[in-house]
């Protein structure tokens, strides 16, 4: 029965903790913008996220070592470095993004501007990052996110036309008025805020940290192959919600707030505030989990201790980097960036750095040395290297993407 209770557990955690910022505001855009044109990408990148999500759990359960402490082993310590600047760079900005997106969240309710909360937020964030446990940082925040279950209740309750939101899937059902270019530079971000590098950094991570073996590989598939494809029906009922309500109207997302606007449409005042408290518990939980990624990769890669479980005058590299971290996203918000900004430009260079992130584990998790007999087979290669071809055409579009487009406005 605990075994059981560990796997549903997981699972609910890994369902509420997929949808972080980039997530719920790329989504609610595209679906506003495109209606249900660009879910396929969804699909695409959950897979992809499941694939590589299980070699890196399965690397933990079996080596009981962590991404970058085999990837600077096995790669050596220049290509390393490398991955590690390529994949830090963008895991610092979406932890910018998430913390932006607490303070962003909290506006909503008190109305105080959130310039004023940020100070507030990011202590906050770090007194969590140092003394909260470890399963309380995944559990809670991860079952309070699965308040935005209110999303698809909503999506049931405004009643659509359900032929015309399935017949609107295909591509070829992407509004006219709407450049190609700009379709696909809205779907590599979409395919960049589901397969965010600090998302296998931290599961990885995490692994060590609850001391994983070869009998938790079961359990780890369970939280992987169900509990990221129902976050994945998440992020579809946002972009859902966002096509019935907003595509109509030719209203486009520019606010936290107006993602949140179907809700209300469709269940009132109290699916506002469920909502919302989505929005809190995604953010805080994803600003806690791009935080500790920080940490866990640096600290792995240079060697010294690292984690929950280590005392902190023990790991004190590892807990002055979470400091520092959460400074610098501090200073970089109060210059007054706008955080949906921020966040846009997260998943996008998300989609850049993949190919620092996956390829590595791809290398490690076929590698007999650390994993005997629990390598990849055929099935995991084969995935792992026809999403590597479609990771690297989504990084070399990236960028050309966004200057064609401006950042998706042309």
């Known amino acids: 029965m605990k075994r059981y209770l560990a796997v549903l557990l997981g699972v609910l955690t890994a369902i509420g903790g997929f949808v972080d910022i980039g ?48 990837v600077r082993e096995r790669l050596g310590p220049r290509m390393g470095f490398l991955n590690l600047v390529g994949s830090m ?19 909503l309710v008190s109305t105080i501007h959130h310039l004023l909360i ?19 940082i995944e559990n809670v925040l991860g079952l309070l996110g699965l308040a935005l279950v209110a999303f698809a209740v909503a999506l049931w309750q405004l009643g659509p036309d359900w032929g015309e939101l399935a017949a609107g899937l295909s591509p070829a059902e992407k509004p006219a008025a709407e450049g190609w270019t700009t379709y696909a530079y809205y779907g590599v971000a979409l395919f960049g805020a589901a397969m965010t590098p600090y998302e296998v950094f931290f599961f990885s991570s995490g692994g060590v940290e609850e001391r994983w073996t070869t009998r938790d590989i079961g359990v780890m598939r369970a939280n992987v192959f169900i ?7 998440l992020s579809a009922s946002i972009a859902a919600c966002a096509a019935v309500v907003f595509l109509p109207t030719g209203i486009e997302v520019e606010t936290l707030g107006q993602v949140g606007l179907p809700v209300a449409v469709g269940l009132g005042k109290i699916g506002l505030a469920v909502v919302v408290l989505g929005f809190f518990a995604a953010t805080f939980g994803a600003a806690c989990e791009t935080g500790l990624a920080t940490g866990y990769s640096l600290a792995q890669y240079f060697g010294f201790p690292w984690g929950k479980y280590v005392r902190a005058r023990e790991a004190v590299g590892f807990h002055v980097i979470l400091l520092v971290a959460t400074v610098v996203a501090a200073g970089v ?16 260079f998300s989609a850049i750095a993949l190919p620092l992130t996956y390829f590595p584990i791809l290398v490690v998790a076929n590698d007999p040395d650390y994993l005997g007999e629990h390598v990849n087979g055929p099935v995991a290669n084969a995935l792992g290297v026809g999403y590597l071809v479609v990771i690297a055409v989504a990084a070399v579009a990236a960028i050309p993407l966004m200057v064609v487009t401006s950042m998706g406005q042309g």
């Open 89 to 107: 760079l963008v895991t610092l900005l979406t932890f910018i993004a998430e913390i932006g997106g607490i303070a962003l969240a909290l506006q």
């Open 333 to 348: 918000l109060l210059t007054g960036v706008d955080p949906i900004m921020v966040t846009e430009m997260s998943v996008v």
């Open 118 to 136: 940020m100070p507030v937020v990011a202590a906050a964030v770090w007194i969590v990052l140092w003394r909260a446990k470890f399963s309380a």
């Open 227 to 233: 509990g990221f494809p129902l976050g994945g029906l």
């Open 23 to 70: 997530d719920l505001v790329t989504n609610a855009q595209v679906g506003a913008r495109f209606g249900t044109s660009l879910v396929w990408v969804v699909v695409v990148g959950v897979v992809g996220i499941c694939v590589f999500a299980e070699m890196s759990g399965r690397i933990a359960a079996v080596s009981h070592r962590a991404t970058f402490d085999l």
